[in-house]
């Protein structure tokens, strides 16, 4: 809903019932009014990439996006609702990593997957690690590629650390070749080993005879 004023040719708002994302403009000062949880919102994604994002490089990209440059307190308490509202995400997506599992199973039958979770004093249920061996991904490797694989980990940029454990093999066209992949808190004897224990099953290894394994871990029992 609209009206035009009595002393002015325009006419304003006063009234919308449809959200808009448009920012707030102070006609009086003229300039822009920004809110720290409006600007957190909008720059979410962009700590989710870099959560070690620098305050001056923040104030930038805001001048850059927005023609407007921010104090670096605002900034600092935008990053901060930012991290916080990531945070917010993260335990939620913890919370449904059994319903992921449930539909890798569902959707790709005969496929592995695996949840590993610690309890805590509070009898809460921790997460500690996970491997995931897709059945169609299994199959083709088995029925095409050769029989050899290469084990290693990088490391997870977020709030939470962790490392991503991969198994990867050569296809006929000797590129790479997803065969299995899992999360852990660490990389360590204990995890690798409780990956590929899955992976010698779901892969029939048997004793490793025709098996090339390549890896630039020292104390893994393979």
Not at 80 to 94: R, T
Not at 140 to 160: S, T, Y
């Amino acid at each position: 809903m609209a009206s035009k004023p009595q002393r002015e040719e325009s006419f304003q708002i006063k009234k919308m019932s449809k959200p808009h994302s448009c920012i707030p403009y102070n006609f009086e000062k003229g300039m822009r009014r920004m809110s720290t949880s409006w600007l957190a919102r909008k720059y979410k994604e962009t700590f989710r990439l870099q959560p070690n994002l620098r305050l001056r490089e923040l104030r930038d990209l805001i001048d850059r996006d927005h023609l407007y440059k921010p104090s670096m307190s605002m900034c600092f308490r935008t990053r901060m609702k930012a991290l916080s509202l990531l945070l917010g995400d993260y335990k939620e997506q913890f919370g449904i990593l059994w319903d992921y599992a449930n539909e890798l199973m569902s959707k790709n039958p005969l496929s592995t997957v695996k949840i590993k979770v610690d309890t805590n004093e509070n009898g809460e249920s921790i997460f500690n690690s996970m491997y995931i061996c897709v059945s169609s991904l299994k199959k083709g490797f088995l029925e095409g590629c050769r029989r050899v694989l290469c084990i290693d980990a990088c490391f997870l940029k977020g709030p939470w650390n962790g490392q991503v454990l991969a198994a990867v093999g050569r296809d006929a066209n000797n590129q790479m070749y997803p065969v299995a992949w899992g999360v852990a808190q660490q990389e360590s004897r204990e995890t690798w080993t409780w990956f590929l224990q899955f992976l010698h099953e779901d892969l029939e290894m048997s004793e490793g005879h025709g098996w090339t394994i390549i890896s630039d871990q020292q104390k893994v029992k393979l």
